[in-house]
């Protein structure tokens, strides 16, 4: 459920009519709903009560300061990638104290900092990375907390680009060399063993991966705990949001109409199905989602720029392209295409949505039906939230879009349209090209 809807013909956020956003502030545009993030937090959370459960939002979805705020108001902490991101948590005012550090390649600057940072726990994801972590902490003269990512081996049934828990993956150490790098873990006197991790893939919208991959380690967490007193077990993110139908899942009569097979995964279900199986541990349960969080929080405001009418096939070009919104490039993902301003009178429009970059992958939509759009209109894309602009690229020397958040009647500006003086402010001809 979200807070995006028609009030009359027009596009709302919340209360905030979606052409005014884009008149004031231009286009492309990501527009976030800050009710919707309230809601998803506070669903999911729910759907865990009784456990001690611990919310480390998965910020490469969307770091933008204001959301990371919006997050730490809420009580959440952070599940962060890069020295660049602890930087963002900082900068927002976010707690590092209970925020975790994931990736694979973590650099002895980052490690350094996250241990200045007091960060909760590492997530180790090789032996040479615990060699790592140990002579850093070492040189500071502080235990470095740590926590293993187990490599379930379990099929997310998703995207290709998007599972992780598989073996063939990069990612985690498998089930069956977990106990020895433990040990060697307990060796490092500079460690410090805090808990487990697990994460198995994203966009998944049925429980049944999660149950396998949450099945498949308990024992293991058991053993852990008797061995080393671990505190906590990270279940990591990937519930899925809504794309193909994704306006009309903001109404909670969408969901209750679909028959319990046929329903996309929901928070209330994911906990249902997990808690039976995380209450007898006894542990803090961290949770990492990110695409949940805010996925379908916010929208893309683009203008038609051209309808362009050609032999047996439309295109409707737009303003925003694949650099602001990578993810039907990338991934082959859907994303709704709605007018701001409905207008069910005009013909219906057959079209491929696209961008202006000079590439045939710069393509929202094959084949789109549309209500008919001209030029100057608007379009949002649905479910841009997540992986949107933290994926954007500068390609063909097309600036960042800005980036707006509602909450209620009220909405502002959380990041200002890139420059053409930033963009080029680092670029210099050097002094051998001068004549
Ligand atoms: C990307 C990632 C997440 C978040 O995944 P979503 O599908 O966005 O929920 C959580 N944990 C780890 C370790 C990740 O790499």
Redesign the pocket.
């Known amino acids: 459920m979200h807070h995006f809807h028609y009030v009359g013909q027009k596009l709302h956020c919340e209360d905030v009519a979606l052409d005014a956003v884009a008149g004031l502030h231009g286009t492309p545009t990501y527009v976030y709903s800050a009710r919707t993030i309230e809601d998803n937090y506070r669903r999911l959370i729910s759907s865990l009560a009784g456990l001690d459960v611990q919310l480390c939002y998965?910020m490469?979805?969307n770091s933008n300061l204001a959301i990371l705020r919006l997050f730490s108001n809420l009580g959440s902490a952070f599940?962060l990638?890069s020295g660049g991101e602890l930087r963002r948590v900082l900068a927002a005012g976010g707690a590092t104290k209970r925020s975790v550090f994931?990736g694979v390649g973590k650099t002895e600057a980052e490690i350094k900092l996250a241990l200045e940072s007091g960060i909760y726990g590492f997530?180790v994801e090789s032996e040479p990375e615990l060699a790592r972590i140990n002579h850093v902490a070492g040189r500071l003269g502080v235990k470095a907390p740590v926590a293993i990512?187990i490599n379930p081996d379990v099929d997310a049934k998703t995207h290709a680009k998007?599972t992780?828990g598989k073996s063939e993956n990069k990612f985690g150490i498998p089930l069956k060399a977990a106990a020895a790098a433990y040990e060697a873990a307990a060796r490092f006197p500079h460690l410090a063993i805090r808990g487990v991790?697990m994460?198995i893939?994203?966009?998944l919208t049925s429980a049944a991966p999660f149950i396998e991959a949450v099945q498949k380690v308990v024992p293991f967490v058991e053993q852990l705990k008797q061995l080393y007193g671990i505190a906590y077990f990270s279940i990591?993110?990937?519930?899925g949001i809504v794309y193909q139908d994704a306006l009309a899942s903001g109404d909670a009569a969408w969901w209750n109409a679909k028959p319990e097979g046929e329903r996309p995964l929901t928070p209330e279900a994911y906990g249902a199905a997990l808690k039976p199986l995380l209450a007898p541990l006894g542990l803090r349960i961290l949770l990492?989602?990110?695409?949940?969080m805010v996925g379908n929080a916010g929208v893309l405001l683009s203008r038609v720029e051209y309808l362009k009418r050609g032999q047996g096939r439309n295109f409707l070009v737009v303003d925003a392209a694949m650099n602001d919104l990578v993810r039907p490039a990338m991934y082959d993902a859907y994303h709704e295409i709605v007018p701001v301003v409905r207008d069910t009178g005009r013909p219906a429009l057959k079209a491929d949505v696209v961008g202006p970059i000079c590439e045939s992958g710069d393509c929202f939509a094959k084949d789109r039906t549309l209500q008919t759009l001209g030029e100057g209109e608007l379009v949002a894309f649905m479910s841009a939230g997540?992986y949107g602009y933290t994926m954007a690229s500068r390609y063909n020397t097309r600036p960042a879009a800005a980036e707006v958040l509602v909450s209620g009647s009220r909405f502002e500006l959380v990041n200002a349209r890139e420059t053409f003086e930033t963009m080029l402010a680092g670029e210099k001809i050097p002094a051998f090209l001068k004549s």
């Open positions: 998965a490469k979805a599940d990638v994931a997530h990512r998007i992780t991790q994460h893939g994203s966009q990591g993110g990937g519930i990492e989602p990110g695409r949940f997540a």
